[in-house]
């Protein structure tokens, strides 16, 4: 595709459920990024990959956060036992190597009840 | 550690008029500084990013924003407002050096565009 994108565009899930959040990114592009906008706020990182592997997961708020690039390419978000407080928009991004110019897809919006 | 404040959550232009979003920004090495505008249900998109070449960078729709390293500042600027450039602002950051991709975002400014 053109651009990234993320599905699904909006996800509704009760408290203490598992959610599974996908991104494709812009194809040939080696770097990945995770970030989650609450409203009201910027963006704030979670994790960003570099091919395959995790190059900084820093940003991960707790362990009920993970995130797997299985093969250089499609990534998907995953949080355990989700809290009203998960409640944002996930944002994915990706670049040409770890310094280039990021692109971002429109997010996804989940709302945790 | 790297970090941006921007000052002005919502900002009210008449169109015509000059557009100044202020942005400063705290980094522990040179930074690289970016300007991302987000329009209603769409993704961010960069306008403009500074990388160590020239201090007064320009961007895309007629903006522009100058570094200024003795203010850590990267204020943007447009001369002239449309009512197109409604939208949210957010100033960025990159990471230290074995993290480039680490953007650091400010709380974002809310432009308000009136005829």
């Known amino acids: 595709g053109a651009g990234v994108s993320q599905t699904p565009s909006n996800k509704v899930t009760e408290k203490g459920k598992y959610v599974e959040l996908r991104c494709d990114p812009i194809s040939g592009h080696t770097a990945l990024y995770w970030y989650r906008q609450s409203l009201g706020q910027g963006p704030e990182f979670l994790i960003y990959?570099?091919?395959?592997?995790?190059?900084?997961d820093s940003g991960l708020p707790n362990d009920r956060f993970f995130a797997v690039r299985p093969e250089g390419s499609v990534s998907t978000l995953k949080i355990q036992r989700t809290e009203r407080g998960d409640s944002a928009v996930y944002l994915c991004?990706?670049?040409?190597?770890?310094?280039?110019?990021?692109?971002f897809g429109p997010g996804t919006r989940l709302t945790v009840l | 550690a790297q970090s941006v404040t921007q000052l002005g959550s919502h900002v009210s232009v008449s169109e015509g008029a000059l557009v100044l979003l202020r942005c400063n920004y705290s980094s522990s090495v040179p930074p690289y500084l970016f300007w991302y505008v987000q329009y209603p249900n769409q993704g961010l998109q960069l306008l403009l990013k500074y990388t160590s070449a020239a201090t007064l960078v320009k961007g895309i729709n007629g903006f522009e924003a100058e570094f200024k390293k003795s203010e850590t500042s990267f204020h943007l600027t447009k001369p002239s407002a449309h009512m197109s450039d409604a939208a949210e602002y957010f100033c960025?950051?990159?990471?230290?050096?074995?993290?480039?991709?680490?953007?650091?975002f400010g709380a974002g400014t809310q432009v308000v565009v009136t005829p």
């Open positions: 990959f570099q091919g395959t592997g995790a190059a900084d």
């Open positions: 991004a990706s670049s040409q190597g770890g310094a280039g110019e990021q692109f």
């Open positions: 960025a950051v990159s990471g230290t050096t074995d993290s480039w991709g680490k953007l650091q």
